[in-house]
């Protein structure tokens, strides 16, 4: 494989080149078509071979997939991909590394990882296996396989994937030999500058890489991040090798990709959104499935020579993509390829001509336009007083007549479905056997000596549970004293329930008010405290609890917070009697916590739930106790596990559920 840069760019890192594979030459930047399992979704061998005239002579297929099926024997029967496809020109496959991350149930260790086939098979992927895979594939570029990870990922985990992928990437090295088929090193090192720094200098020392990939990225951060980690890295690889940055992106992010000095990009993108409806045109991108375009007479981009641009107006593309069409996927598949083929053409145009400054400034507004014709702006039919949203959050009209508040980003609706006050005081007030005692009318003197009852208000919210207690402490004279602390990481959707009390009722009080203000709340035999930040790095510091108020968003939006590890650790914290209620009946949850120490109850239904959960440490109160018909329905349940127990832990998990004491008698 020989690459040679021919033109760069003034104030620019770009660069326009030439990769010769032994089978095409490759003009860079360059965009592959991503051709998964050997076929680029919906699009013909013909189209596929238009493509590789407009500039993207090479596809990427990925190994794991095509391990799992045709499986390497059929390669090896044909001579491998090119002539079983079809495909003339350049492959280059991803090694595995990104599907050990992405597929539920992988378990990775030195040697390699274990996954599973979509069929529950079992698979290893190590870097030798990798390497002979895609070398029965007929790659012409090959990649290393690597340890990906979250970009998101805490330092030390970042670290150890890092030192891992240059392990396998020396071993992946040996494994090539002599052989055929030029290698490339994937950087790691999420989007931690000094882990990144260190990757590009371990394996640019190594010698035998015919060039490097920027791996671990468009997988959570942001796009600054993205972009700096991009920087960052390739001023410390060589001038001399082609840089990949993969799976990344959209076409802004491939014109930024270029101007931080990138020559090779692939994503599923193209084809994926024009699944959806969504096509990128000269003008912008265009989402058909909007019901403007219903009687749209105009091409869909005037400036393509592509089918769907020149033999339909848009209103048939409208109808095929409502209409869920193949030909609709099909058609918007090769249009956006062929837009992502034109740009990097005009790319490559640019920077030869000494133009590519200039072009980089028009098109980063361009590329950025959606639907200039229609702009998707949404128009509330009543005009709000004040803004409806704060943050990550805005407010929500649920159907039953209340408002709610919903986290925008994950589109989860805080009590969504029933009203949250009834819920707030039936799932998490009412229950509770000492929150029933503290509330009990009682002689002053009887209670002046007892300690205060410690609540803990876990995911304050819009303050309904605070608040549910407030109100049921203001009901009494004589309560015993109560502490409440209410956690919150995020105290935007308490501050915009607090400025639109006409729609959060339970907020006409001056408590929650005060606690918004200054932190803390203080009346006679009462306090609320607020304690922000982050649940897991605070409660610690706190006083010991006798109820929790478990209320944090969903196992889907949060995970964290249900996992068995965060069970543990706060049943450990839990050295004396108490009582958590939370809204969720789910299995998994039930598990972990049985599996945490906690005895496990089931709570009152709430809303469409048929139950709630109650779990008790060092306990046993008159709650309805999990019992042995629950055991048996768990062994029998598919989603049985907390997300965070490996599999390979699963049969210690389970026995030791079996085993509690809270089904020894029952
Ligand atoms: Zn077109």
Known sequence: MKFAVHATAPGSRARAGTLSTGRDTVETPVFMPVGTRGTVRTQTLAQLETLAQRGAPILLANTYHLLVRPGIEVFERFGGLHRWMGWPHSILTDSGGFQIFSLPGTVIDEAGAQLRGPGGQALVLSPERSIATQRAIGADIMMVLDHCIASTSPHAEAEAAMQRTHRWAKRCLAARGDGPGALFAIVQGACFADLRRTSARVLTDLPGFD???????????????????????????????????????????????????????????????????????????????????????????????????????????????????????????????????????????????????????????????????????????????????????????????????????????????????????????????????????????????????????????????????????????????????????????????LDHVEHFPHLRHRAPHVVAHRGSFERDRFTWTLCEGDFLATFEARPRPDVIFYDPFSAKVDPVMWSLATLTRLFAYLTRPAELFTYTGSTAVRAAMLAAGFHVARGVASGPKPETTIALAHLISPHALLDRDWLARWERSAARFPADVPPADHPELAQRIRDHAQFAHR
């Open 211 to 497: 060039g490097y990939a920027i791996g671990g990225l468009a997988v959570g951060e942001t796009r600054a991040q993205r972009e700096d980690t991009t920087a960052l890295v390739t001023e410390l690889l060589p001038e001399d090798r082609p840089r990949y940055l993969m799976g990344v992106g959209m076409p802004i992010d491939l014109l930024e990709g270029v101007h931080r000095g990138i020559d090779m990009f692939d994503c599923i993108l193209p084809t994926a959104l024009a699944q959806q409806g969504t096509a990128f045109t000269s003008r912008g991108r265009i989402d058909l499935e909007r019901g403007v375009h219903r009687f749209a007479e105009q091409a869909l981009d005037p400036d393509c020579r592509c089918d769907a641009c020149t033999l339909t107006p848009r209103s048939y593309l409208h109808h095929l993509v409502k209409c869920r069409e193949p030909l609709g996927w099909q058609l918007l598949a090769f249009h956006n390829l062929a837009f992502y083929a034109r740009l990097m053409a005009d790319i490559r145009a640019h920077l030869r001509a000494g133009t590519f400054p200039a072009f980089l400034a028009e098109q980063r507004t361009r590329l950025e336009r959606a639907d200039p014709d229609h702009p998707p702006g949404r128009r509330p039919r009543v005009k709000p007083r004040k803004p409806g949203s704060r943050g990550a959050f805005a407010l929500h009209a649920a159907l039953e007549g209340f408002t709610s508040i919903r986290h925008v980003a994950s589109g989860e609706i805080m009590h969504s479905v029933n009203d949250p006050d009834v819920e707030a005081a039936r799932v998490y007030v009412e229950q509770s056997a000492s929150l029933v005692r503290a509330l009990a009318p009682a002689p002053r003197e009887a209670q002046a000596a007892a300690p205060p009852l410690v609540v803990w208000d876990v995911g304050l919210g819009a303050g309904h549970n605070a608040m549910a207690l407030v109100r049921a402490a203001d009901r009494v004279a004589d309560h015993a004293p109560i502490e409440l602390v209410s956690f919150e990481r995020d105290l935007d959707a308490f501050r915009l329930a």
